[in-house]
């Protein structure tokens, strides 16, 4: 456990553990770093695992400059985390927000990246949809403000892609709330604003994520609505993308199906590293139905 430093002097709370070759977690807007326990104890097995609070998640700083928030300063952040322990590569794994700082990871740094899982990224990201996640973003931010987190967090926490997470397993999610109640409220409430309702549609960059050679795996809850269709954009676009899609799941994934998803991910990675993560067959064309001649 140690203090890392990013680019504009904030520190980042980090942990680590096991060795091998590293995977970088990056969690969500209602999770923290506790949120990748399932998938520390697992992967720490065979790898270096790392998490860390993101900035405006306590025990890491929390910026009084709403400025000091947004995707750029979220993939910063991350390759700051990775300068400070010396990786020059990692696997990179993000969850909602932290999956969109995944993909943007891996779009503007893809050397540093060995591959990237983005699970329930796309909140947001449908054009149609942007508008209303923007101004839903600026509410929740103005909720958390004047309700604080220990009232709003557990609202939050029961949100259309939460109650999965809830029916499945109560006690986790109680946890869950719980620690999102713990929250800082300014940082939740700067994070919500200057990252969440500013964070650009991942249809804009289309043409870098054509260009991205990075083995990626989307991973998706059926129940996770604005995640589908961004999901099966990532597919079609990113040459080395892979879509898997959990069904009767929400957005919390990593704690709602933690076996399914860590099998997933232990797939993706063992076959990443056997260099088997190719790009489609090129026989495999999208537009035949079937082979007439």
């Known amino acids: 456990m140690a203090y890392v430093t990013a680019s504009d002097g904030t520190r980042l709370w980090v942990e680590e553990a096991g060795s091998g070759s590293a995977i970088l977690f990056l969690h969500e807007f209602g ?21 860390y609070a993101a900035r405006g998640y306590t025990p890491s700083d929390v910026p009084a400059d709403p400025n000091a928030y947004g995707q750029d300063f979220a993939v910063s952040d991350a390759i700051a985390v990775l300068d400070g322990l010396g990786l ?25 990246a060995i591959s990237v899982t983005a699970a329930g990224a796309g909140y947001g990201a449908e054009k149609e949809r942007h508008a209303q996640f923007r101004d839903e973003s600026l509410t929740v931010a103005r909720n958390f403000e004047q309700q604080g987190a220990a009232t709003f967090g557990r609202i939050y926490a029961s949100g259309a ?82 879509l898997a899609v959990l069904p009767k ?15 997933l991910l232990a797939e993706f990675i063992a076959s990443v590293e056997a260099g088997r993560w190719d790009r489609r067959d090129p026989r495999a064309v999208p537009t035949e139905v079937m082979k007439t001649s």
């Open 88 to 112: 020059a590569r990692a696997h990179i794994v993000g969850l909602s927000m932290g999956g969109f700082a995944a993909l943007h990871l891996g779009r503007l740094h893809p050397g540093r």
């Open 161 to 242: 892609a939460r109650v999965q997470y809830q029916n499945k397993d109560p006690r986790g999610w109680e946890e869950f709330a719980q620690r999102l109640s713990e929250h800082s409220t300014e940082g939740s409430a700067r994070t919500m604003r200057g990252f969440q309702s500013r964070r650009p549609s991942l249809y804009d960059f289309e043409a870098e994520f054509r260009a991205m050679d990075v083995p990626v795996l989307v991973i998706n809850g059926d129940e996770d609505d604005y995640c589908l269709m961004p999901g099966l954009f990532l597919k079609r676009t990113i040459p080395r993308c892979g």
């Open 249 to 263: 799941a929400g957005d919390t994934l990593t704690l709602e199906e933690p076996e399914l998803f860590n099998r």
């Open 31 to 51: 999770g923290d770093h506790r949120s990748w326990e399932p998938q520390m104890r697992a992967f720490a097995r065979r790898h270096r695992c790392i998490v």
